[in-house]
């Protein structure tokens, strides 16, 4: 039998006086109840209680198995209300691993998040390396584009396009970029984490795909650096639209190509499970929601 019942059914037998009253307590019945003590004094090897057709009283090892039982059951309805509270209100600790171009975006979430919820802590890390979130203890992980393990929930939060852009500096001294397959003899900077490897892809004025091949002397997981390396007019880039922005305003760099759209991509919040999160992640993970869909034109511009 359950052990945690007979445990149960016994200190109900004792604080009722009897096993019928117990019984109607535990609504099972009266031979149940008899039942389940008896396979807890049997698993222990000892009477707990003295029956007389009368009364039921407590054997002197029953006493001392009585008040330590009473502790333990105490000790699981606090544990099971403290677990309640954890899942209804967030406190604790809330640690994730965001992509570092999302910092920017996840900041202005986190400083609401801890004035909101004085009872929790935040534990942000930034990094461009996908990590595992189980074996390193993250709650949530915030990425620019979907991770490869299928297993892992992961939720949109907004989506976002690159520009393909260089500087006034490099269209001097390699002239106009007038067709996409030319960019094949152009030095292109690009990204380790794009998803297509060296082949970029676009869409055109018709939503038919297109793809061209690229090469060049940078690689790198540092959009800042490819920034650079397009403002020092060293080559062309294909940069998340929300790095380049105000560059491209400003004049220091240069939109090419505007009849091809880069294919559409999705920021996203990564998490290991989608049932009984704690109200920690779920609380975050809406508010990131709310904040992302209050952004998506900031995020997004050339949409």
């Given at each position: 039998?359950?052990?945690?019942?007979?445990?149960?059914?016994?200190?109900?037998?004792?604080?009722?006086?009897?096993?019928?009253?117990?019984?109607?307590?535990?609504?099972?019945?009266?031979?149940?109840?008899?039942?389940?003590?008896?396979?807890?004094?049997?698993?222990?090897?000892?009477?707990?209680?003295?029956?007389?057709?009368?009364?039921?009283?407590?054997?002197?090892?029953?006493?001392?198995?009585?008040?330590?039982?009473?502790?333990?059951?105490?000790?699981?309805?606090?544990?099971?209300?403290?677990?309640?509270?954890?899942?209804?209100?967030?406190?604790?600790?809330?640690?994730?691993?965001?992509?570092?171009?999302?910092?920017?975006?996840?900041?202005?979430?986190?400083?609401?998040?801890?004035?909101?919820?004085?009872?929790?802590?935040?534990?942000?890390?930034?990094?461009?390396?996908?990590?595992?979130?189980?074996?390193?203890?993250?709650?949530?992980?915030?990425?620019?584009?979907?991770p490869p393990d299928s297993s892992l929930i992961v939720r949109s939060l907004a989506t976002w396009r690159h520009v393909l852009c260089c500087s006034h500096d490099y269209l001097e001294?390699?002239?106009?970029?007038?067709?996409?397959?030319?960019?094949?003899?152009?030095?292109?900077?690009?990204?380790?984490?794009?998803?297509?490897?060296?082949?970029?892809?676009?869409?055109?004025?018709?939503?038919t795909p297109a793809s061209v091949r690229t090469s060049g002397r940078l690689v790198t997981n540092s959009g800042e650096a490819l920034r650079?390396?397009?403002?020092?007019?060293?080559?062309?880039?294909?940069?998340?639209?929300?790095?380049?922005?105000?560059?491209?305003?400003?004049?220091?760099?240069?939109?090419?190509?505007?009849?091809?759209?880069?294919?559409?991509?999705?920021?996203?919040?990564?998490?290991?499970?989608?049932?009984?999160?704690?109200?920690?992640?779920?609380?975050?993970?809406?508010?990131?929601?709310?904040?992302?869909?209050?952004?998506?034109?900031?995020?997004?511009?050339?949409?």
């Amino acid at each position: 039998m359950d052990r945690f019942t007979s445990l149960t059914a016994f200190v109900r037998v004792v604080e009722n006086g009897g096993f019928s009253a117990a019984a109607r307590r535990l609504n099972m019945s009266t031979t149940m109840v008899s039942n389940h003590v008896q396979a807890l004094e049997d698993r222990l090897g000892v009477r707990l209680l003295n029956r007389t057709t009368r009364k039921v009283s407590l054997t002197e090892i029953g006493q001392a198995y009585y008040d330590r039982s009473t502790q333990i059951l105490a000790d699981l309805e606090q544990a099971d209300d403290i677990a309640g509270e954890l899942q209804s209100i967030p406190r604790g600790t809330l640690r994730i691993h965001a992509a570092t171009h999302m910092v920017p975006m996840v900041a202005a979430v986190v400083a609401k998040f801890l004035s909101t919820y004085p009872e929790i802590k935040v534990d942000l890390r930034m990094g461009e390396a996908d990590v595992d979130l189980i074996e390193e203890g993250y709650d949530i992980a915030l990425r620019m584009i979907a991770p490869p393990d299928s297993s892992l929930i992961v939720r949109s939060l907004a989506t976002w396009r690159h520009v393909l852009c260089c500087s006034h500096d490099y269209l001097e001294k390699h002239g106009r970029v007038q067709q996409l397959a030319e960019l094949t003899g152009h030095n292109c900077g690009r990204h380790l984490n794009y998803p297509y490897g060296d082949e970029w892809r676009f869409l055109d004025r018709k939503g038919t795909p297109a793809s061209v091949r690229t090469s060049g002397r940078l690689v790198t997981n540092s959009g800042e650096a490819l920034r650079n390396m397009a403002l020092e007019g060293a080559g062309i880039c294909l940069m998340a639209g929300f790095l380049v922005q105000d560059d491209l305003e400003a004049g220091r760099l240069v939109r090419l190509l505007p009849e091809y759209r880069p294919v559409e991509m999705s920021m996203n919040v990564v998490y290991p499970h989608r049932h009984h999160l704690s109200a920690k992640v779920r609380t975050f993970i809406d508010m990131l929601v709310q904040h992302s869909a209050e952004q998506q034109k900031l995020i997004n511009p050339y949409s």
